[in-house]
């Protein structure tokens, strides 16, 4: 503080070839000094406090493990009437493949059952039951659905995701931290589109 700076003797100003009359003007420069100092050092703080999407993750995450990419097969029963054979091999026997386009509009009750559920909508991992997506926010249901009809899947944006259990692996592959494949990063011209199989998400929360 101003008050320890000001306390700097004539001994500890002549170790640093300081002369005694400089002392208001060295009192001064160092105040700026470590004013400056301090606005220069806040300024990665500000910058990482805000994420880049998405977040990556590390291919040792699809790794074999006990039920293809999973410890575990999918539940027993989906929400919205999803193919529980189908969901398995989609979500823990496969990288690449997707459930048909339109699957969830024309093979599922989620049209339906969505504009009745509360907003967000919440959607748990078919494996695990984590929570993975939560729409729509910062738009409509209606903007929601409209776009995902559009592209064939059910389609989210950055601020719809869980990052704390979703990934994307360097080649736009979308999975959940324990070895789900999701669907794949299609960015647009409003950035990143995440395609993700209902199949995927349609399950209940865990315990």
């Known amino acids: 503080n101003n008050n320890e700076i000001n306390n700097i ?6 170790n640093y070839n300081i002369h005694p009359k400089t002392t208001n003007n060295y009192n ?5 000094s470590l004013y400056i100092t301090s606005l220069v050092l806040s300024i990665p703080m500000i910058a990482n406090s805000q ?3 998405p977040i990556i993750g590390s291919t040792s995450i699809m790794s074999k493990k006990l039920h293809g990419t999973s410890n575990q097969s999918v539940q027993k029963k989906l929400k919205y009437n999803c193919n529980v054979e189908l969901a398995d091999k989609i979500c823990n026997y496969n990288r690449n493949w997707a459930e048909n386009a339109g699957y969830f509009v024309l093979s599922t009750t989620f049209m339906k059952e969505a504009k009745e559920l509360p907003l967000p909508i919440v959607f748990y991992d078919s494996v695990t039951g984590v929570p993975l997506f939560k729409a729509p926010i ?3 249901l209606d903007s929601f659905l409209s776009e995902s009809i559009m592209h ?3 389609s989210f944006r950055d601020n719809e995701v869980v990052w704390d259990n979703v990934r994307s692996l360097p080649d736009g592959e979308m999975v959940s931290l324990t070895g789900t494949h999701l669907g794949h990063n299609l960015p647009d011209r409003s950035g990143n ?3 993700i199989n209902l199949v995927s998400i349609a399950g209940y929360p865990s315990s």
């Open 28 to 32: 001064n420069n160092l105040l700026n």
């Open 152 to 154: 064939g899947w059910p």
């Open 51 to 53: 994420e880049t999407y």
């Open 9 to 14: 003797s004539n001994k500890q100003l002549n």
């Open 138 to 140: 910062s738009r409509s």
């Open 193 to 195: 589109r995440y395609c």
